[in-house]
C-alpha cells in the first residue's frame, strides 16, 4: 500500500490547546486525534507504534 493511501493527517503547526510537548508531537505526527474534550483516538499509525511498543 502507498503511503499516500494511508490515514495520515499530520499538521504543520501545533493545537492551541496542547499544553505537554509529547501531546503536541503526537497530534503533529498524526498518531491521535482528538474527539472531545480529555478523549482521545489512536489512529491507524499510532496504533502501530502503540503495538511495536508493547512487543518490546
Known sequence: MKTTQLLIPTQKEAPNDAKIISHQLMVRAGLISKLASGLY????????????????
Not at 41 to 53: A, C, D, I, Q, T
Open 41 to 56: 483516538s489512536y489512529l491507524p499509525m499510532g496504533v502501530r507504534v502503540l503495538k511495536k511498543v508493547e512487543s518490546i
